[in-house]
């Protein structure tokens, strides 16, 4: 399947991303394996750009601290990771159809920021969607099994 995606789409430290180094193997490994594979077939299926929003895939520990969050995101793939998928705003609906199909376990629409968080967590409470508001509250809407 033709490959649709750089490994740069998915850092979002603009350093690492110029100098094309600091990303773990681990990472890079992850997102081949496990991201790729799902992200290729989706955007092979819908047929129009899938953009990775913001270049938010792996973000650093201390990338997390600096901007004021926990540091326990799913992005800084810990896990298999996360990242964070949008396109053209008329397409939002075909995207979201094929991620509720998709292999990811959780996936949270941020309906203020227009994108979809995908990762792998708690695969064993099932597959789940989230709808996610201002005040940042995962709200499950959906039991995917
Ligand atoms: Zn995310």
Known sequence: MKNYFKISDFIIDPKMREDHAGVPL???EKLVRYHLPILNRIREALGFPVIISAHSGYRTYEWEIIHGRSGYSEHTFK???AVDLTCEPRHLP???QELLKSEYSRIAWY???RFFH???KDGELGRR???VWENGIWREVKDLR
């Open 26 to 28: 681990h990472v890079v």
């Open 79 to 81: 896990g298999l990771g």
């Open 94 to 96: 075909q995207l979201r």
């Open 111 to 113: 309906d203020h920021k």
């Open 118 to 120: 995908c990762d792998f």
């Open 129 to 131: 969607f989230f709808e």
